[in-house]
């Protein structure tokens, strides 16, 4: 499908906890997921040009919910509950995984997943298993390396190789390293999201 990548319009459609709260699948989505804190917000604020229009928090776990954001009325960016938040109790992160399962395994319009991981730190276990999940599930398994203003520029790649290293990552076209304050490497991600829409879903048939 064609779509048009400069973002005009873009608002929070639907907050939804129960799969019967989800928006339609008309229209194709890519959904985010990492840790609590990880900056998945203040992504997808950059990518859709808007300051606050996702709820960002200094408090780790605040997205507890599926938030869908709508593009143009041409494809939704959606932003799973954080993971691993570790003052969270055994019963309440039940809660999440189950959120965010059900969602992974219920999208029909689900073209992609991107793991959101922090620059700074090594991928965790959960961050391993998440991934595995996604390359398991036959999408092609995208990685954003967030708060990349928050490093010297001498350890970027250093912090990279680690991250490709503990996840599995053979192919560097596969992550992007980015910071949401200076935008750095913007472009790059939206023609990956231009090409994942236009060629449509990562799956396998």
Not at 70 to 76: L, W
Not at 133 to 139: A, K
Not at 158 to 171: A, Q, R, S, T, Y
Request: glycine share 4%.
């Amino acid at each position: 499908m064609e779509v048009n990548m400069r973002i005009i319009n873009s608002d929070l459609e639907k907050i939804a906890f129960l799969k019967e709260q989800y928006p339609d699948e008309s229209l194709p989505e890519i959904a985010f997921c990492g840790r609590s804190n990880v900056g998945k917000s203040s992504f997808i604020n950059s990518i859709l040009d808007r300051k606050n229009l996702a709820r960002t928090s200094s408090k780790p776990g605040k997205t507890r919910t599926v938030n869908f954001y709508n593009a143009n009325n041409e494809f939704r960016l959606v932003d799973l509950p954080g993971y691993g938040y570790a003052q969270t109790s055994k019963s309440e992160k039940k809660k999440w995984a189950q959120v965010i399962e059900t969602y992974l395994n219920n999208r029909r319009n689900l073209y992609e997943v991107f793991l959101i991981v922090d620059i700074r730190h090594k991928p965790t276990v959960q961050d391993k298993e998440m991934y595995n999940w996604i390359i398991q599930s036959g999408f092609c398994g995208f990685v954003i390396a967030t708060k990349l203003d928050k490093i010297g520029k001498t350890i970027i790649k250093k912090n990279l190789n680690i991250i490709k290293k503990e996840l599995n990552i053979d192919d560097d076209n596969l992550i992007y390293e980015y910071s949401s304050t200076s935008k750095t490497n913007k472009k790059a991600v939206m023609e990956q999201l231009e090409m994942i829409l236009k060629y449509g879903s990562g799956i396998e048939e």
